[in-house]
């Protein structure tokens, strides 16, 4: 089975700061995607940005940014010119592309945003 | 755009007693998640259907059965509830066989007492 590895359970970073979520993960598979998910306070699940591991340009989307590692197993997030809306819980998710479509998340990482 | 939808928002049952869960994927959406997160954990994999047929299982309880119904929309029904049940239940949506991203309705929260 795929795991999925955050190893930071809390992050804090200033308003307009860079900071990076990790998320490392395991799998034997070739084809698969990868996923940020962020859960505000509401608790609802918003799409971030995906990565197909078949694509080796890393995937943008506004001020969020990957670094996609695959020998590495390493999907990592950035996020630039942070803002207070992006406080959140962060969750990296893995699905394959082979075997059941259903997510597999990583434990999540809590971000604060200071002003 | 269309969401997913999913009634109740909240729901209060006591030990013991059922609970049904509704979810109204986007509309052309045929594949439907159930997922289950408890307090300070991650969303867990429950159960999914493709074209109204179960499509992989995750950690579901015995207890717990659900369906998809030819208009699409999907029930996770709950029997012989445990405190232990208690937690936000959220369905996800995508079109296809599931090479595309899922969306995520708001969730119903579950409290058992």
């Excluded at chain 1, 990790?22 to 306070?41: A, H, I, M, N, R």
């Excluded at chain 2, 052309?28 to 999914?48: A, C, E, K, M, N």
Aim: a neutral charge.
């Amino acid at each position: 089975a795929q795991t999925v590895t955050q190893s930071q359970p809390e992050m804090s970073v200033q308003e307009a700061e860079t900071v990076t979520l990790s998320c490392t993960y395991d799998t034997s598979e070739s084809d698969y995607y990868l996923f940020w998910y962020k859960q505000p306070p509401s608790r609802q699940m918003i799409l971030v940005i995906r990565q197909e591991a078949y694509k080796q340009q890393n995937a943008t989307e506004n001020r969020f940014s990957v670094n996609f590692q695959k020998a590495a197993k390493s999907f990592s997030l950035k996020i630039s010119d942070s803002q207070l809306g992006d406080a959140a819980m962060y969750f990296c998710a893995y699905r394959s592309a082979v075997t059941g479509y259903a997510l597999n998340f990583g434990k999540g990482t809590s971000l604060l945003v200071t002003p | 755009a269309a969401g997913v939808i999913q009634s109740p928002r909240h729901l209060i049952k006591e030990k013991r007693e059922t609970a049904t869960l509704k979810c109204y994927p986007i509309p052309r959406h045929d594949t439907v998640y159930w997922y289950q997160q408890g307090p300070g954990q991650d969303p867990q994999f429950l159960i999914s259907f493709y074209e109204k047929m179960q499509s992989d299982k995750g950690s579901i309880p015995d207890r717990f059965s659900a369906q998809q119904f030819s208009d699409y929309h999907s029930e996770l029904n709950m029997s012989s509830l445990e405190l232990g049940d208690s937690a936000l239940y959220f369905c996800a949506s995508s079109p296809g066989s599931g090479r595309t991203e899922a969306f995520f309705g708001q969730g119903t929260r579950l409290t058992v007492v």
